[in-house]
């Protein structure tokens, strides 16, 4: 059992269409589900990508907007949680355990973004240095306040960052140790909320971006070359939830 606190173990589709999530993503990315008893409660939907389990599905209470949550691993979710909202975020869910899988609390940080804290009773997923088609590989903040969010992320966590010049503006890579964790950066759209989006990993950026398309997302960015990190795309889900695509260059092994 091992742990990597500073990384994102987990994703979590939360709709109100569990149903429908399903049946885009499967198709999408040959995802398969597992039904898994959680005490107390329904059955869990767990995603795996072959043997691998790396997510799930949840219902979003009423009027909560669909989105894709993301666990950040911690060394102790109620620690983390406290510095968390002593450097300005704000609670949505405090502490609380899920069965015996491990004790999260959710918090939306001060401009807006919203994830989860997360220990898990067995250890984290492992850690490769290369992602397999379907699994994932980046996390990304868009915000209207990068220089906010980078300052809370640093506090409340302990990330450092490189900061990238980018022809529209600066992306910052937060950081633990030599470890690259996720991306954060200004958006350049006033009217996009702040959002983590997590990135999949594919084969082929463009033909998973057409598939996306003809099972009934909106493609919000088209296939595009990154030099030194890949060929990406975004898009919204069927549920109104955004995600991206990213396949890699072949110089990040």
Not at 65 to 80: F, H, K
Request: with cysteine; glycine share 10%.
């Amino acid at each position: 059992m091992s742990y990597t606190p500073g990384r994102f173990v987990w994703y979590e589709h939360c709709s109100n269409d569990i149903a429908k999530a399903r049946a885009f993503y499967e198709k999408l990315f040959d995802w398969n589900t597992e039904l898994t008893a959680m005490p107390g409660s329904d059955p869990y939907p767990i995603i795996h990508n072959g043997d691998n389990g790396i997510g799930g599905y949840a219902t979003t209470q009423a009027g909560a907007p669909s989105r894709w949550l993301s666990y950040l691993s911690v060394s102790d979710v109620d620690s983390a949680y406290k510095a968390a909202l002593a450097a300005g975020a704000k609670s949505l869910m405090a502490p609380m355990d899920y069965g015996s899988a491990g004790r999260a609390a959710t918090i939306v940080d001060p401009t807006g973004g919203v994830f989860s804290l997360w220990r898990g009773a067995d250890g984290d997923p492992a850690e490769s240095e290369t992602t397999t088609p379907g699994g994932w590989i980046w996390n990304e903040l868009a915000t209207q306040d990068e220089k906010t969010a980078l300052a809370f992320y640093e506090k409340a966590f302990g990330f450092s960052n490189d900061a990238m010049a980018m022809p529209d503006g600066t992306y910052y890579i937060l950081k633990q140790g030599d470890k690259g964790r996720a991306g954060l950066y200004r958006s350049k759209d006033a009217k996009m909320p702040t959002q983590w989006t997590p990135y999949v990993c594919v084969a082929d950026a463009d033909a998973t971006s057409e598939r996306a398309r003809s099972l009934g997302a909106t493609i919000v960015m088209p296939p595009m070359d990154i030099p030194g990190v890949g060929r990406l795309a975004a898009f919204i889900d069927p549920l109104a939830a955004s995600i991206a695509i990213l396949k890699p260059d072949p110089s990040m092994g």
